[in-house]
């Protein structure tokens, strides 16, 4: 049986993550909270920023800048988008 969550930027109950995707509290916030599909849109969205900005994970403030997008992005807020990208065509 697959496990649901309400997800906290869908506002519905989707299918949950299969394991947290982070270890200690803010893992364990994502998988009681997020659906796979919100995750897995994150993560398009993330490495687009990370492409788009130059960041390099390695550097803590990008990786703080990502955590704080991430955050906002999930709680339905204002977040970052890279600055000219045009989405390819279908």
């Known amino acids: 049986m697959t496990r649901t969550v309400f997800c906290k930027k869908y506002q519905q109950e989707m299918e949950g993550l299969d394991a947290p995707p982070y270890p200690g509290p803010k893992g364990q916030e ?8 919100a995750w897995g849109d994150w993560q398009a969205h993330q490495t687009m920023l990370i492409n788009e900005k ?8 990008a ?17 970052d988008r ?6 390819p065509a279908s």
């Open 54 to 61: 130059h960041l390099s994970l390695v550097d803590p403030a």
């Open 63 to 79: 990786r703080q800048y990502l955590q704080g997008e991430m955050d906002k992005y999930f709680a339905g807020e204002q977040y």
């Open 82 to 87: 890279a600055e000219g990208y045009v989405p």
């Open 30 to 37: 994502i998988f009681d909270n997020i659906s796979k599909q």
